[in-house]
């Protein structure tokens, strides 16, 4: 299995939210706190990529601040692998609480002849769930300076595996890992799955 880095984007303005959102409680916790439980055990090299680093050194990673500030996601997907310590990064939101361990060893198990390993969800390529190589850096950065922000633009320019649902769902059946929280409803919606979540466990 390729050994990979992992980078937790933080850069978001949660402006449909109305406030920091990777500080909001999921089961009794923060979001970000959650994230990182589910990737600390896989990658020495788990580094947080925010334009606030004040907010997040109390919780131990490694933090980075954007190469070319203010272009969005795919600014804070360039600053996560050209900072990664490895070849590949893995890129994940700091608002997914339900992130599955397993499948992110599935993408990990597929990079080889690959820049970009990625879940396609009903025809929609989850972007803060991949993993990116370095042979991403050019064409993200050609983008960049044009200030063409789409994420999958470039993929044109890469070589891209694509995970299919079918796949997916031998880890994750429910797709409960793409599940993210922009606005409040969305966080009721996280929160009800974790308390079931834990009603389960006990």
């Not at 999921?26 to 959650?34: D, F, L």
């Not at 990673?61 to 500030?69: G, K, L």
């Not at 990064?89 to 690959?114: E, G, K, Y």
Request: with cysteine; hydrophobic share 40%.
């Amino acid at each position: 299995m390729q050994k990979v880095s992992v980078a937790i984007l933080a850069g978001g303005q949660s402006r449909r939210m109305g406030r920091d959102k990777a500080f909001l409680p999921v089961g009794g916790r923060p979001v970000i706190e959650r994230v990182i439980q589910h990737v600390m055990p896989l990658s020495d090299d788990v580094t947080i990529i925010t334009n606030t680093p004040e907010r997040y050194h109390h919780l131990g990673c490694r933090i980075e601040s954007d190469v070319y500030p203010g272009k969005g996601s795919l600014g804070g997907i360039y600053t996560a692998i050209h900072v990664a310590r490895c070849s590949y990064c893995l890129v994940v939101a700091c608002d997914m609480p339900f992130l599955n361990p397993d499948l992110l060893r599935h993408l990990m198990t597929l990079t080889s002849d690959f820049d970009v390993v990625i879940p396609c969800i009903k025809d929609f390529p989850e972007t803060m769930h991949a993993i990116y190589g370095k042979g991403c850096l050019e064409p993200i950065e050609r983008q960049l300076l044009a200030d063409h922000l789409k994420i999958i633009a470039f993929f044109e320019d890469v070589r891209v595996r694509y995970v299919e649902r079918d796949d997916v769902a031998r880890f994750d059946p429910n797709f409960h890992s793409f599940l993210n929280m922009n606005t409040p409803a969305d966080w009721e919606q996280v929160q009800s799955l974790a308390e079931e979540e834990y009603n389960a466990r006990t």
